[in-house]
């Protein structure tokens, strides 16, 4: 496959596309990017990369970050993760309560907001120092030291958080959350002002496409059925509502954040990261949501 | 009518449903109340007071509270209550969050658990020390003053409301709680743990039958109209899930709290306040809600 | 009281009311109606009549004649009507199936649209000519004999009633419904298509005044506890999801129906029906709930 | 890979797995089935088949017939198909209502029985004889002619499927559903009583493993890109609320019926069948999800 071509033929069909959607502003400082930028960073399983545009900016990963606690969370826990979460789509908006209450405090699956709080809480439990910990296992997996989290965006959210914290609270009521509800936030936030940029992102995704391993290192993160089944809740649960969308146009397992980022992989083949601030009405990136669509359909590389 | 021997065939009648229900367990300084405790006060409005067993022992009054905080804001602020919390009965459960996330933040009355928190943040804003200013307005509507919030029942309500606290930051998520959480929740525990004895409800409540006067002094707590209406809400949101029921077997505007006290009232004609520890599945006392339904059965004193 | 200054005062001050809302247009049939009408009649206890405009032009009662049904069916049954249906308001639209499915069958109460059909399907199964029944049951309680039902208006029921078809077979589907779908639904309909004047209908109500007694024979319909219950359900449930504000700002039993019809009644004292057809967002008449509340603040004569 | 011997040891590992789980009882034709049976049939992309047990006995495919009809519908419709019915997992068992009313009339996906009932709708309007064609169809992607739709079954689901009636009316009630309730059930009836065995079926998915062309004849049945996007919903959407487990733990796309049946594929090489009548509660094949599961786990063809 002639990446470069097909990439140089993506950036061109996404011209149209670009101006559209809005950037999240439901806190101040995720409001203050500008939103014109677009990157993205291909890493092969043979270690070349491919990149398009503005991939060695950094931006605020977000929910994507929920798929690296949650591999942690494997990591200490194993099997045991899954008696305080489930592994169902939610069919709801990613903050939704209701679905919370009937379920009686089992969060649908690790990726909705309630989820990944629960997930925040065993790392809390299981850790001496979460954020430390966490910032070492985004390190080991990529390579790299050259990130951190966000202190004004976490603080900013933290500021903000009120639905986050009446979930914590919530899943409290219901006995599925151990620790303190501020100390768990103050975690959850950190992991989610993580700032990374596309290159980085996209060798982090790169251990999900080459079945649990680092590619640099060879160090194993996750076994082969391990690394199969967080492929296939980003498949089922990785876009919110959009997850049927994403699976339906795309074909491959990713993540999305509402900085913009998204972050994706074919098994065996390659590992994508794209980041474009403007966001759909689900809170996914418009042209990041486009580019993979356009990246499946000039490669031909769906899973599916 | 012949009061006096009309509540001897009350609790006469009342014997075979002793021993039923259960006391409210879910805080642990509740649940150490002796459960098989029973009292009844009658105040008619001629000034009378008839009464049966524990009449004058103090008990937690909780969500009966709700209405003294109800009338205290709409003392404040009259209409502009209702701009923030509704009128309509609720349909759910009292502690639900389903129903504030398809309302948008606006809980659907002042009774249940949402709109108490929602009354009680106005109460915060609107005066300079609401705990104070609470226990004056039971003072005056009462002519008591030996009564007090236990501090013991507040602060383990606090520690174990972790719904409470959901509810107050799903509030503040939609811009309908304007202090801080912690704030509005400490006064709302010292309300609900206000005790009084059934001598003492009645006369608080002989106001709602007394167009909205206190009995004895003649002090006027709201105007004729606004008592209807606080009267109509209980009648139809006063006792949970189970007001059609309450409604339908008893007939009078009424509350209920999970300390076992029921308050209710007869326009013009008499208030009464029962009080016995164990609850029925819905949350209501069931010698209380028995002792009702034969008192409006005896006297024929249905509103309806 | 002097009825008739009251009345012409009321009229007055309806005049800037008229012209808002819209008739109820889901079938062809009642769009038809002529908007800008409005009728009331108020029968006293003593049998003195009190008119104001169209009071005996007939319109179709729809909703209101759930109440008639229900007092068959008590009749028939007495307390076993209320296995298969409940008595608590519903707090959802009138046509919601959402509730009926997390309450598995058995609607809330006998006025939304679900409980009617359950409660014309005990009809059915206890009468054999249930129509006739019907018809002759009014009749008997109004003393009067021109009235009948549209069959055009019960045909275009039928033939844009999905959701009530929807509704009936989710009912059948939890064993709540003993009929066929259609026969149950004819009925349905046809009693919906009743059309009766105000004074007609002020009479039929003045049962519920009245002890559950006709005031002109003295004939019994219900006992007086099974009327106190009905007036009850009225006053939770009369007003689908705006009975609260209705109880809240009227405070009488009551019931409406989109044909732009209410009936009301103060125990002891008087019952009152207006009409006219434009409707507000909930589907109650404006000008008919803005004239029973002007009637209960002019005679002080709310039941609270 | 040597599939006999992997295919034997999976037979080896059922067998503690025998006897778990109970038949479909909700139509009495379906529970007749004697419940311990089992078969499978798996197909290679080369044309190989390995089977185990009852391959060739028919049993009544019910939801997986739902796959065939929406091929047929974006063989007549196109992208039209998505504007009466979404992509996105449910979140709710199959056959609620309750998301229906909350999403107005659009089902979810195609997959739950309100998607299927409007897909079956668009192939009545599409199609003179939509049952003749849907036979026709199956013999043309299968290369046998020798099955039929069982009529008793199809008769018994008429007679019982009060919830289907149910939700076909409210399709209806929004517009979802442009022929008559019984014309359209009697076909959606119809093709879920089709009966198959497993290699009938295996060789009915291979398909969409092929690219969307029929292995033996070459015979283009859907594009490339429109095969994608049926697996892709099958992964998200094909096992009710057991979707995200399935995706999680066997990682292919697939489609479970309550007959016992599951069909599976692996995109460039196999289709797979299984079938026994014993269901799990969330109504899949207990022995089929986990002969699925190890099939998956020995081959390594997880899609992930």
Redesign the interface.
């Known amino acids: 496959l002639d990446y470069p071509t097909i990439l140089a033929s993506i950036q061109e069909e996404l011209r149209p596309f670009w101006g559209q959607g809005k950037v999240a502003d439901y806190i101040p400082e995720l409001a203050r990017v500008s939103p014109d930028q677009f990157g993205l960073s291909l890493e092969c399983s043979d270690g070349r990369i491919f990149e398009l545009g503005a991939s060695t900016t950094p931006f605020s990963i977000q929910s994507i970050s929920k798929v690296f606690t949650l591999v942690m969370a494997i990591q200490c826990l194993s099997e045991k993760v899954w008696t305080r979460v489930?592994?169902?789509?939610?069919?709801?908006p990613f903050n939704?309560?209701?679905?919370l209450?009937?379920e009686e405090g089992v969060p649908?699956?690790p990726f909705i907001n309630a989820g990944a709080i629960v997930i925040a809480d065993m790392l809390v439990s299981e850790l001496g120092a979460p954020k430390e910990a966490f910032l070492q296992f985004m390190r080991s997996i990529t390579g790299e030291v050259g990130f951190s989290s966000n202190e004004k965006v976490a603080q900013s959210e933290k500021e903000h958080g009120?639905?986050n914290?009446?979930?914590?609270?919530?899943l409290?009521?219901y006995g599925n959350l151990k620790n303190e509800?501020e100390v768990v936030l103050d975690f959850y936030y950190f992991h989610c002002a993580l700032e990374m940029n596309c290159r980085q992102l996209a060798k982090a995704f790169m251990v999900f496409a080459n079945h649990g391993c680092v590619l640099q290192t060879g160090e194993k993160v996750l076994s082969?059925?391990q690394?199969?089944?967080v492929?296939?809740?980003m498949?089922?649960?990785g876009f919110y509502?959009?997850?049927?969308?994403f699976?339906?146009?795309v074909?491959l397992?990713g993540k999305s954040g509402v900085g913009g980022g998204i972050a994706a992989l074919h098994?065996q083949e390659f590992s994508v990261s794209v980041w474009s601030p403007r966001l759909n009405k689900k809170g996914n990136s418009v042209l990041g949501m486009k580019a993979l669509e356009l990246l499946t359909?000039k490669t031909?590389f769906?899973?599916?």
């Open positions: 489930g592994v169902e789509p939610s069919g709801n939704s309560l209701v679905q209450e009937y649908r699956n009120f639905r914290s009446a979930m914590a609270y919530f409290k009521s509800v082969l059925s690394t199969k089944r492929n296939a809740l498949q089922t649960c509502d959009e997850s049927g969308e699976t339906f146009s074909g397992p098994p359909t031909g769906s899973i599916f």
